[in-house]
Nanobody, 123 residues
Framework: QVQLVESGGGLVQAGGSLRLSCAASGRTFSSYAMGWFRQAPGKEREFVSTISRSSSSTYYTDSVKGRFTISRDNAKNTVYLQMNSLKPEDTAVYYC????????????????WGQGTQVTVSS
């Protein structure tokens, strides 16, 4: 069973930065693409970013391009999301997830999820 544990969320002022981490259990971390999603109150879960197994490919939703950076350290079984220039509309619970294989932008393509970490951006 794969477990994903997010950390690094919190309260930050608009324009500030946070770095989310997601630690994965198991020995197959490097065999799967990883992703970050977020869900704001009353809204559906939405794709934020994904990274391929070897970090050679990354994708972002348009609203975070140029502000967020996804990365991974396969030796540490950890994926990161560096979030800069945060805006109040970035407020949400952020989830990391393990893909069924390759990079993907829809929740259905991910079969393991963390418990989420709250990010709140004040104006």
């Amino acid at each position: 069973q794969v477990q994903l544990v997010e950390s690094g969320g919190g309260l930050v002022q608009a324009g500030g930065s946070l770095r989310l981490s997601c630690a994965a259990s198991g020995r197959t971390f490097s065999s799967y693409a990883m992703g970050w999603f977020r869900q704001a109150p009353g809204k559906e879960r939405e794709f934020v970013s994904t990274i391929s197994r070897s970090s050679s490919s990354t994708y972002y939703t348009d609203s975070v391009k140029g502000r967020f950076t996804i990365s991974r350290d396969n030796a540490k079984n950890t994926v990161y999301l560096q979030m800069n220039s945060l805006k109040p509309e970035d407020t949400a619970v952020y989830y990391c997830a393990r893909s069924r294989g390759a990079v993907a932008t829809t929740p259905q393509e991910y079969n393991y999820w963390g418990q989420g970490t709250q990010v709140t951006v004040s104006s």
